[in-house]
C-alpha cells in the first residue's frame, strides 16, 4: 500500500478507529515539518513514538532518525505498521499496552519522545517516559490542549496540578502549538496542542528523588479544595511518604504543620499555591522526618 495516503491505506484495510483505545489518526502531512523542527530529528536520534496510528509520523520518524521504537496496542494498526516497516532496518515495532512496556529495557534506549499520543493515557505516559526512560532528553508531543495546558501551569491556576510539579521540577519548557482539528482522522471534539520540552540537565532534585515527590504531589492534590494539612492527613496510608504514612490523623497533621512552619509557609495553604520547589523541599523534609523518626 505505498504511495497510498494514510486515508486509503486504512479503509483498504478496513481499519475503523477504536474509540475505546482514544483513536484520532494522524493523516495530515502538513504537520510533519512543525514536528520534525520542535524535535529537531537527526540521525544520532532514537525515537519512542506510542500510538503510531497509520505510520504518517513513523515515515518520518524512520527517515529522519537512527531508530525508531513504534508502540501499538492494536493489532490491526501493528500489522499495518509491520507491512508498511518491516524492511527498514532502524525499525522495531512493539505490539503491546505502552502502560505495561518496561520503557527501559527498549534497546537501543530512547534519546526522544515524538508521538501523537492517546488522550486518555496521555499524562500517565508522560509520567512513565520521565521516569522509566532516562535518556529520554527530549518530548514532542501531541495532546489534548487540556493536558498541554496541565504540564506547565502556574501554581495557582485551576490546571496547576501533581503532574504540573514533577514536569516543571525536571524539565523545561520549550515551545507549543495548537494543531487544527483537521489534521486528525477522526477530527476529535477535542482542541489539541503540540508541545515540546527538554529534561534539566545537571540540576536538583535527582531522578531518585522522582517517586517521593511524586508521592507527596499526588496525596497533597487528591483533595485540592482542602487545605495542604487536611489533604495530607485524610490521604490513604499507603499513598504517602512512610513519614506520614506511619502516623495517625492527628499525628499527620501535627508533622505536617511543623514543616509548614520550617518552609514559611501559613498552616492554612492549600497544595495549589505551593510551587515546584516548595512541593520538593516538602518531600525532602518527609525524607528527612523518616529516617530520623522511631
Known sequence: MKGLSPLKRLRLSGIVPDRSLGQNFLIDANILGVIERMASLNAADTVLEV??????????????????????????LAALLEQEF?????????Q???MKLPF????????KFVSN??????????MKSLEEAPAVHLWCL???KEIGNRLFAAPGLAAYGSISVIIQLFTEKKSARAVPRTVFYPQPRVRSVLVSFVRRQGAEPSLEELPLIKQVAQAAFRHRRK????????????SLPPALGRLDVRGRKQLTLDLLSRMGLESGIRPQML???QFWRLARFLEDARDSGP
Do not use: C, I, K
Not at 497509520?54 to 524512520?62: I, M, S
Not at 527501559?104 to 534519546?111: A, D, I, V
Not at 499520543?117 to 508522560?126: K, R, T
Open 51 to 76: 500510538g503510531p496510528g497509520a505510520g504518517v509520523l513513523t515515515e518520518l520518524l524512520a527517515r529522519r532518525s537512527g531508530h525508531v521504537h513504534a508502540v501499538e496496542v492494536d493489532r490491526r
Open 86 to 94: 518491516s524492511g527498514a532496518a532502524n525499525f522495531s515495532l512493539h
Open 96 to 98: 503491546v499496552d505502552a
Open 104 to 111: 527501559g529495557e527498549l534497546l537501543p534506549p530512547p534519546t
Open 117 to 126: 499520543l492517546p488522550y486518555s493515557v496521555a499524562a500517565p505516559l508522560v
Open 142 to 144: 501531541m495532546v489534548q
Open 227 to 238: 487545605t495542604l494539612v487536611n489533604s495530607l492527613a485524610d490521604a490513604p496510608a499507603e
Open 275 to 277: 510551587s515546584p520547589a
